[in-house]
Nanobody, 121 residues
Framework: QVQLVESGGGLVQPGGSLRLSCAYSGNINSFWTMGWYRQVPGKQRELVAATTEGGSANYADSVRGRFTISRASAKNTVYLQMNSLKPEDTAVYYC???????????????WGQGTQVTVSS
């Protein structure tokens, strides 16, 4: 059974840094892509960063240059390094695992439970 567990969230001052971790288990392998999303009350969940099948990464315009997604496959973990944090980065951050497109209909995608990040003075 696929499972995703986020950790590393907390309270940080503007301009500070935080690293989120997503530990995964189950049938997830290197052919799956991984992503980080965030959501605030009353707003749509938005993509923050995601890996691609080609080994690159996509970022939201609002975080490009400040956030970095990385993957340690041997440790079954995906990270989101967040630098120069701003109050508008405050949200619940979710980890997502996507099965390969050719198997999406049968294997689907999975979400973690989320971790709270609060940027405030």
């Amino acid at each position: 059974q696929v499972q995703l567990v986020e950790s590393g969230g907390g309270l940080v001052q503007p301009g500070g840094s935080l690293r989120l971790s997503c530990a995964y288990s189950g049938n997830i392998n290197s052919f799956w892509t991984m992503g980080w999303y965030r959501q605030v009350p009353g707003k749509q969940r938005e993509l923050v960063a995601a890996t691609t099948e080609g080994g690159s990464a996509n970022y939201a315009d609002s975080v490009r240059g400040r956030f970095t997604i990385s993957r340690a496959s041997a440790k079954n973990t995906v990270y989101l390094q967040m630098n120069s944090l701003k109050p508008e980065d405050t949200a619940v951050y979710y980890c997502k695992a996507n099965s390969p497109l050719w198997a999406r209909a049968s294997l689907g995608s999975y979400w973690g439970q989320g971790t709270q990040v609060t940027v405030s003075s």
